[in-house]
């Protein structure tokens, strides 16, 4: 059943799977399964290179029956706000740390980032990260100082004094630029190649190349969140009032 949990059965086609090289999607097609459960399934449990089906299995039987345990008053079994399913919150998570994980991303960081963005009032404190996450305060520096220097979050003081860490409207929007400015620097080194290997030899066409195809995505992608860069800003409509006149 796709929608089901997966089985151990499946576990051990996954690792057959990765151990021949397929990608994600590959695998998941042949088990009749979601993309996203599969690169779940394996990012959460070590990664293409360390997966092991038998110990995944046991680390989710464990994760199911720590939950049944769970007291009324755990966070991860207490009233969501908005009606929110607690479980299909918690899913969505561990999904979107997958992506971030994806592209780079250590988990812990990944986590911290998700929670941020997860969470209405796009900002936290760092207690009340460590709190949410059950991770140490030292972790969640780790993770706020990275996030914060690869411009995905901003910090500041509330009334207080207590420091905040925030996704506003803008960070992605900075978080993109940055990395424009990033990929455009890439051009300009392999550029620079031009002139030490020689403007005629073959590497140095290569590097040529290289700048140009960089100098054109740099300067798409810094365009494209120009002109786009209003929809971060775009705010949630408010539902309209049906009642009947009369």
Known sequence: MPGGRL????????????????AYAEIARRLGRPTS??????????????????LAHRATEHRAHRRRKAAPGDPDTSPQAHGRDAEAVREYEETFTTVFMQSGLPK????????????DAGSLTAAELAAGLRISPASVSKAVTFLESQGLIRRERD???RERYIVDDDVMYQSTMAGAR????????????VGVLGPHTPAAARLENIARFVDFVSESIARAADQAREILHTKPETP?????NG
């Open 37 to 54: 459960t599969v690169t779940r399934e394996v990012m959460r449990n070590g990664g293409p290179t360390t997966y092991r089906a038998d």
């Open 108 to 119: 812990m960081t990944a986590r911290v980032l998700v929670n941020l963005y997860t969470t």
């Open 7 to 22: 089985t151990q059965q499946e576990r051990q086609q996954i690792a057959l799977g990765l151990a021949d090289g397929l």
């Open 240 to 244: 309209r009032d049906h009642t009947p």
């Open 182 to 193: 990033s990929t455009a620097h890439l051009g300009e080194v392999a550029r620079q190649g």
């Open 159 to 161: 009334e207080r004094r």
